[in-house]
């Protein structure tokens, strides 16, 4: 199991516990409240839960988002490819419209790599 890698070894048996519960009764283990020690001695205190991921399910999410995103910018593309927008818009409109394309941009590649690692961990 991928995620076994970032747990400490020591609570690696709790982990799979909470795991085979989710597995055997389709619910989700009680909360567990922890502190966590860093190695540069500050600690967090942490609440954790198992929870059951439908990466299927999450999958068509990121594609639709990722669709809708492309629909964005060839929006934005079709309007900075009209000359007549270009022209006669005010220069505080088109610096908009391409500051809201590139950051499309950026949520796009953002969408990518959380799909690419859903697809990596299922």
């Known amino acids: 199991m991928f995620l076994l ?8 048996d709790l982990v799979l516990k909470g795991q085979q519960e989710i597995i055997q009764t389709g619910q989700p283990s009680e909360m567990l409240e922890i502190t ?3 190695l540069n001695g500050n600690t967090h205190d942490v609440a ?3 929870t059951i991921i439908d990466f ?10 990722i669709d809708k995103i492309d629909a964005d910018i060839a929006r934005i593309d ?3 490819a009209n000359p007549k ?9 088109v610096a908009g419209e391409k500051e809201k394309r590139d950051e499309f941009i950026a949520r796009r590649e953002k969408v990518e790599a959380a799909l690419r ?4 961990a299922a």
């Open 48 to 50: 954790l839960t198992s």
């Open 36 to 38: 966590l020690v860093m």
């Open 85 to 93: 927008f270009v022209e006669k818009a005010p220069e505080d409109v």
């Open 78 to 80: 079709k309007k900075l």
């Open 56 to 65: 299927e399910g999450e999958k068509a999410r990121l594609a639709k988002e």
């Open 5 to 12: 890698g970032f747990v400490h070894p020591k609570f690696q």
């Open 117 to 120: 690692r859903l697809n990596e």
